[in-house]
Structures are given as C-alpha cells and as structure tokens.
C-alpha cells in the first residue's frame, strides 16, 4: 500500500493511501485531518473541510490539479511540493513527496529551489548500471568526473574492506583500553589536552561537524557534490583513517542513490583543508541540514534519505575528522579543470586538422623528420622596466 509523508507547516505526517485513484485533493485533506488532530487550536483551521491549498512537483515546481488522481500524476519516487508549505510523502514503495500551501501562509524563509541549477558538465541525471571499483589508488580524473556526470555508481574494492576494517579495529582498541590520543579521546586545538569521557565521544565528533558547517553561497552543483563525495569515498578507502565500514558503506549508498549533502560553493581555505565544504557533505550524511535528489529536489536530508530507503550514519569516535580533514574539493574541481583542457587540447588538434584541409594547406610542416626545437625567451616588463616575469616558448618549426 502507498504511503505518503506529508510536510504541513513545521511537521511531518505518514498518510496512508489505500486507493490510488484517490485525488490530490483527498491526499490534502487527509494530510490536514492528522495536521489538525496534533494542535490544541486545530493549526488555525477551524474545517478542514473548507481548507484551500495548491499543490506542485518539487521538480520544476509544476502545479498538480486538484482533480487528478494520485495514480495518474504521482509516480515511484517522485517528490511533489505545494505552494509556500511543503508536504514532504515518503512511502515505502512509492517514495513520493507532496507539499501543500494553506491560504495565508508564506514560504519558509530558507526554501531552496527543488533545481540548484544546470551544470555546464552534464544537465540531467542518468541511470546507470556500470560500476566503478574505488581502492583508493587507482582512480583517475577521468574516472572521477565520468562519477561526477552520473554515469557509474561505487562499489568498494575487496582489498580496502579489509584495510577499513582492521584500522577501525585498532581504533576501536583504543576507546576500549582508555588511551588517551588526539582527536579521539581528546578535544581539539585549545582543547587537546582536554580528556573527553567515551559517553561523549560520538557527541564529540557530531559536534564537530556541525560546527565546521560553516560555508557560505549556493550550493555546489549535482555534478560536482558527486565528485566530492566520490574523491571523500576513494580517501577513506585507502583504510588510513579509522573510518568504520558501516559508515563508508552507508557513503557509498548515499552516492549510488545520488542523494547530495547541500555543500555552500565558498567557505574552504583550500590546501589548510577542505573543512567547511567537507563538513557540509557529512552533515547531509548524518540526517541534518538540506540535501538533494534527482527525485526529490531538495528538502530536509534525513526525509530525502528515508525516502530511498538509507538511514543517517551514526558517528562512531574520530569519524567526524575522519569525515571531514581533507582536500577533495580543490583536488576534484582541479581534476575536472584538467579534464576539460585536455579536451580543449583535443578539439584545438581536431578544429587545426579541419582548417588545414579545407585551406588545402600543406603537412609538410608537421612532417617529423624536419621539425626542430627553438627555444625563445619573452621578457615581461613592468613600466619603469624592472623585469618581473621570464617566459620561455618553444616554438615548433
């Protein structure tokens, strides 16, 4: 039996649909009944009866009439979203998300667009079925940004489970036996000759995460969350970081499902690490904050997860750091930069051999055994001609 997860206002209810040939008009009104039974003043709605709303998809924002019925509009997985109130349904097999707006209310202040915006990499989502095997050794940017475009999902080498697997043993040894080692039995910076109790040291590590989610801007676009959380997933593969093998695998799902943390464009200081726009990809991964769908759109992390069927990771000790003590949104955003300019290399070659025969010019000078190397050096001079950059060109004659 379907079943819907309906967002009114600031709560989420399970509504049961029996009958599919139900409207979306019925699904409202069903949805505000339970709304209404929660509140000592029925929400302000004295007749659920004489409520009006509108609904619409989350992706592309199209309207839904009334009058249709949930069969006819409303499909597996597919997110829906009603005016200035979301409704947010995740059933089990449906998986679908409405929203309904009551007249007089207004859109949350920090609604995101169900679309973060077309990517100049790859403008929509594909299905795919090939997969990639991350050790964390051998992947390569073309790799990564074939990942990025949606075009494989992940699967972890066996080698690297073992890796992961005894690294999180040692660590796991070492909450056992109360030693005291920075970052997992210790605080952090100022605080590390701070012990912390291992009653508080998941507290400890969510703690940290949450307070290095502090990137700002829009976020980063589909293509690009998956490359970082692609690159974060083939780091922690090498089995050096005392990441547990339940929460890589539960990455791993994340990335396969394409569910994508909202990580803020700004925040990062780079080569110092990647802590900000880290941090924001483990936030979402933890049930908190935004995240997005090719489903879903965006909405509230821990739905968009319930909804493909993954549970929040639960951080176990020195797993936030591990989470979040890295470089992979410059090293993936380099990557892609590479990609690109080989492919500009290779269409500069493509477009050269082009115009050369439609001139009918001569390839005598590409022959081989006549070219030579003649090395020319161009000075750049600032204007009271103090030199400040030397340039050598090799030029192919």
């Known amino acids: 039996m379907p079943r819907f997860t309906v967002h009114i206002r600031d709560e989420w209810l399970a509504v049961p649909c029996r009958d599919a040939a139900n409207t979306i008009q019925w699904l409202g009104l069903e949805a505000l009944k339970r709304y209404v039974k929660n509140k000592p003043d029925n929400g302000g709605i004295a007749e659920v009866k004489d409520a009006r709303f509108v609904v619409r998809r989350c992706q592309g924002q199209g309207l839904l009439d009334a009058d249709d019925t949930i069969e006819d509009v409303l499909e597996d997985n597919d997110f829906v979203e009603l005016g200035n109130i979301r409704l947010h349904i995740i059933p089990s097999k449906w998986q679908t998300v409405v929203g309904y707006a009551l007249e007089g209310d207004t859109m949350s202040p920090d609604f995101i667009p169900s679309q973060p915006g077309v990517s100049h990499l790859y403008p929509y989502h594909v299905k795919c079925s090939e997969y990639i095997s991350l050790d964390g050794n051998s992947l390569t940017s073309t790799d990564l940004v074939n990942l990025g475009r949606g075009l494989y999902k992940i699967k972890l080498a066996a080698e690297s489970e073992t890796k992961v697997v005894q690294a999180r043993e040692l660590l796991d040894t070492i909450v056992k ?221």
């Open 177 to 397: 036996e109360n030693k005291v080692v920075y970052g997992i039995t210790t605080g952090f910076g100022k605080f590390a000759r701070t012990v912390i109790p291992v009653s508080k040291l998941k507290e400890l590590q969510e703690n940290l995460v949450r307070s290095h989610s502090a990137g700002v801007g829009n976020p980063l676009s589909p293509e690009r969350t998956r490359m970082l959380l692609a690159l974060r997933i083939n780091v922690l593969a090498k089995g050096y970081s005392g990441i547990s093998l339940e929460t890589l695998r539960a990455m791993i799902q994340a990335f396969n499902a394409s569910c994508l943390s909202f990580v803020p464009e700004k925040g990062t200081v780079g080569a110092s690490g990647d802590l900000a726009p880290l941090s924001h990809l483990a936030l979402g991964l933890m049930g908190e904050g935004r995240m997005w769908s090719p489903n879903s759109g965006w909405a509230d992390a821990k739905y968009v997860l319930e909804a493909h069927g993954l549970k929040p990771i639960s951080l176990r000790p020195k797993e936030g750091l591990a989470l979040i003590n890295g470089t992979q949104m410059i090293t993936s955003l380099g990557a892609e930069a590479v990609e690109r300019a080989q492919s500009i290399a290779r269409q500069a070659d493509i477009i050269a051999a082009l115009t050369l025969e439609v001139l009918k010019g001569t390839t005598k000078a590409f022959d081989s055994g006549e070219k030579r190397l003649e090395n020319q050096c161009v000075c750049v001079c600032e204007p009271e001609g103090r030199m400040v950059l030397i340039i050598c060109v090799w030029f192919l004659i």
